[in-house]
Nanobody, 126 residues
């Protein structure tokens, strides 16, 4: 069992930055990969970024590559999503998720993740 709690969302102007945090509890944090997804009103949930258990390997959606950075601190049981150069189209509820499959590959499909946080709202004004 894994519990995930996101924080750090808010309202920011276009071009600004935010850092989201995802605090995990339950199973050993360093034993699983983490991902970030987002869902805008009226749209399906979409993949943003993923990171493997050690933090060495990362994977990004094309829409955020070069602007967002995923990281993790296993000593603090926390994953992060640093978001820079934010755009109005980044507005969404952002979710962190845990992938317990211990696969070699990082996953981008929501069904491949086992546990989810409650989400945090990010709003980017133009």
């Amino acid at each position: 069992q894994v519990q995930l709690v996101e924080s750090g969302g808010g309202l920011v102007q276009a071009g600004g930055s935010l850092r989201l945090s995802c605090a995990a509890s339950g199973r050993a944090f360093s034993s699983y990969a983490m991902g970030w997804f987002r869902q805008a009103p009226g749209k399906e949930r979409e993949f943003v970024a993923a990171i493997n258990w050690s933090g060495i390997n990362t994977y990004y959606a094309d829409s955020v590559k070069g602007r967002f950075t995923i990281s993790r601190d296993n000593a603090k049981n926390t994953a992060y999503l640093q978001m820079n150069s934010l755009k109005p189209e980044d507005t969404a509820v952002y979710y962190c998720a845990a992938d317990l499959t211990r696969s070699t590959w990082l996953h981008s499909q929501s069904y491949e993740y086992d546990y989810w946080g409650q989400g945090t709202q990010v709003t980017v004004s133009s």
